[in-house]
């Protein structure tokens, strides 16, 4: 087996997206085959059918392992969000190896020890530091970390249930960390300090950057599903056909508002569609303004806490996902924060790959092909464990 090819899958509410491709020596990514199926028994993060989402799964990668030519196709890794993770941002504390020197392995072993702070029954994920103390002769290293965990018993059961298909999986990843991660070397304008905001059909993840370095990431249960079930209502279409017209007006522009414009909204078995672009403008509009609303609420007083010791300020909001693909999210997106808002897509892929869709998939890539650095690793070796649970019973 090619050991540099990677398996990418994107778990999506909507789609479950995979690539099969290969970092290459001069940073471009080679997709070798890639492969979509429609989402089942999976909603924001909540796995409510287990077997289904495997299937999904499975039948995703069979469409890689298709258009592949039956070439192999690596070692796979699998991207959640929504609420299938958590976060935290914990403090770690350690007496540094040379009193008021902060070295890399301080810092490691801070963080390791602020993931003696999440619940044992989560799975660490990934760990970032996010600030150190001075580290001063005689006093303790402080590192405050962003950890990203999941429910062990829920990773257990997916990956026995991915194995039950056929599939092994060599990591479970997030998949709004590892677009991020891969998309901040490759930004269009370079920023220190900016939120990378990816809108899918059903979360919208955000990860937040303050001093070039990750410090906070979360997700909302809001997505361009919203805008689908308002157009099948008021429209009384069925799914497929509100995610057409959807996709229809998104293409269009504003300027259209109130010229008296009716679309020709009509598909196979229709005849009756033909609806002002007015219309189809106050359904949607108030939608996204709602969504950028909700995401505003909810961040500016986390981005606050961020910034607060900094005196800095968030320069840029950069959108993946479908919906953040559309003109009016972005431009509504920079109204609401009052900062520069723009679509990113990867840079580095073939043109017909390249698509905020598939940030996710090419992050994980990256990931798999050792591009991302690996943030330190729980080490779970029975003394660890031992210390682990002496703490958690003193609370230290
Ligand atoms: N060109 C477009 N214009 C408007 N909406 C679009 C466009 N392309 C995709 N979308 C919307 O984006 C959503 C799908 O995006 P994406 O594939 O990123 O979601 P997902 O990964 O399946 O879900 P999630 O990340 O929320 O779990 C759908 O609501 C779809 O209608
Ligand atoms: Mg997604």
């Not at 699998?78 to 935290?88: F, H, K, P, S, W």
């Not at 990860?207 to 990750?214: A, H, K, N």
């Not at 073939?350 to 992050?363: L, M, Q």
């Amino acid at each position: 087996m090619n050991k540099k090819t990677i398996l990418a899958i994107d778990v999506g509410t909507g789609m479950i997206k995979a690539f099969a491709g290969r970092l290459e020596a001069d940073g471009t990514i080679v997709v070798i085959g890639s492969g979509a199926a429609p989402t089942d028994g999976y909603n924001k993060g909540d796995i409510t059918d287990i077997n289904a989402l495997a299937h999904s799964i499975r039948q995703a990668i069979d469409c890689v392992i298709m258009a592949a030519d039956n070439q192999p196709v690596g070692a796979a890794y699998l991207g959640i969000g929504g609420t299938a993770l958590v976060t935290d941002n914990c403090v770690g504390s350690i007496a540094p190896a040379i009193p008021g020197t902060v070295s890399q392995q301080d810092v490691a072993r801070a963080c390791k020890a602020a993931e003696f702070m999440i619940n044992s029954d989560n799975e660490v994920l990934h760990v970032f530091p996010v600030k150190e103390s001075p580290g001063l002769p005689g006093e303790a290293l402080e590192v405050d970390a962003h950890i990203v965990s999941a429910s062990k018993s829920t990773l257990k059961a997916l990956t026995a249930a991915l194995a039950g298909n056929g599939l092994h999986v060599n990591g479970i990843v997030s998949s709004s960390v590892m677009a991020a991660e891969a998309i901040k070397n490759e930004l269009p304008v370079q920023a220190d300090n900016f939120v990378f905001i990816d809108i899918g059909a059903g979360t919208t993840d955000f990860v937040v950057y303050v001093g070039g370095r990750l410090c906070f990431s979360a997700s909302l249960p809001l997505g361009g599903d919203y805008i689908t079930n308002d157009l099948m209502q008021g429209l009384t279409v069925n799914r497929a056909h509100a995610e057409e017209i959807k996709r229809y007006y998104s293409r269009l522009s504003p300027d259209l508002r109130k010229q008296g414009v009716v679309l020709d909204c009509n598909d196979y078995g229709t005849t009756d569609k033909h609806i002002s672009f007015d219309f189809l403008y106050d359904i949607i509009e108030s939608r996204v303004d709602e969504i950028c609303a909700l995401v505003y609420d909810y961040l500016r007083p986390r981005l606050d806490k961020q910034l607060a010791d900094s005196g800095q300020a968030i320069e840029r909001i950069y959108l993946t996902g479908g919906c953040g693909t559309m003109p009016s999210m972005v431009a509504c997106m920079a109204k609401y924060f009052q900062i520069q808002a723009e679509p990113v897509k990867p840079k580095y892929l073939a043109e017909e790959y390249a698509h905020p869709v598939n940030t996710v998939c090419y992050g994980i890539i990256h990931y798999g092909a050792g591009a991302i650095v690996r943030e330190p690793v729980t080490n779970t070796t029975p003394w660890n464990l031992f210390i682990h649970k002496a703490k958690r019973l003193l609370r230290i």
